[in-house]
T-cell receptor
Framework: AQSVAQPEDQVNVAEGNPLTVKCTYS??????LFWYVQYPNRGLQFLLKYITGDNLVKGSYGFEAEFNKSQTSFHLKKPSALVSDSALYFC?????????????FGGGTRVLVKP | DGGITQSPKYLFRKEGQNVTLSCEQN?????MYWYRQDPGQGLRLIYY???????QKGDIAEGYSVSREKKESFPLTVTSAQKNPTAFYLC?????????FGQGTRLTVV
């Protein structure tokens, strides 16, 4: 079975400071990993993905994430947070070798960026 | 304008009634998914379909049913057997692992 854990329900950060949102995963095979962002009463929007290759992935709006196989982590980062980054962030995983292409999401982390 | 369209945006249902949530896509994606979102619980997979006329149960399929008669459409029926149907429902189509989400339907049982 595959799973995703986002250990923090909420992350508070001051505008201009670095932002990190944590994610760890569990799959039987090798993972495809994703980050999505959700604004109130809206669907999720894609931020970035790790498929293979370079462990540091750059995505939309200045976000990046680092794949760490030994720690089974895929933390989302932004060097300088903006108030407009305040939203709900979801990490997701798909097992590359599993049949069915099941996409599993974590519980979400709410980010609050204060001016 | 391409994308995923969910309708209606808000839906009210009386206890004991079945309701169907619509999800349409014009992205020509084979795979489509239904998720349920509850406060503090993230997204939970209800059903997914990899191809027309085929679908699989997700983690919380009880009380729900789906059909995939056309590539563009993946409607979700919330039956009276679903004991706690009030939630935000999200539909997505997936291409090479990347999911494209609709704007969601908020279902409330009154």
């Amino acid at each position: 079975a595959q799973s995703v854990a986002q250990p923090e329900d909420q992350v508070n950060v001051a505008e201009g400071n670095p932002l990190t949102v944590k994610c760890t995963y569990s799959v039987s095979g090798n993972p495809y990993l994703f980050w999505y962002v959700q604004y109130p009463n809206r669907g999720l929007q894609f931020l970035l993905k790790y498929i293979t290759g370079d462990n540091l992935v750059k995505g939309s709006y200045g976000f990046e994430a680092e794949f760490n196989k030994s720690q089974t982590s895929f933390h989302l980062k932004k060097p300088s947070a903006l108030v407009s980054d305040s939203a709900l962030y979801f990490c997701a995983v798909r097992d590359r070798e599993a049949a069915g292409n099941k996409l599993t999401f974590g519980g979400g982390t709410r980010v609050l960026v204060k001016p | 304008d391409g994308g995923i369209t969910q309708s209606p945006k808000y839906l009210f249902r009386k206890e004991g009634q079945n309701v169907t949530l619509s999800c349409e896509q014009n992205l020509n994606h084979d795979a489509m998914y239904w998720y349920r979102q509850d406060p503090g619980q993230g997204l939970r997979l209800i059903y997914y379909s990899q191809i027309v006329n085929d679908f699989q149960k997700g983690d919380i399929a009880e009380g729900y049913s789906v059909s995939r008669e056309k590539k563009e459409s993946f409607p979700l029926t919330v039956t009276s057997a679903q004991k706690n149907p009030t939630a935000f429902y999200l539909c997505a189509s997936v291409d090479r692992g990347k999911a494209f989400f609709g704007q969601g339907t908020r279902l409330t049982v009154v």
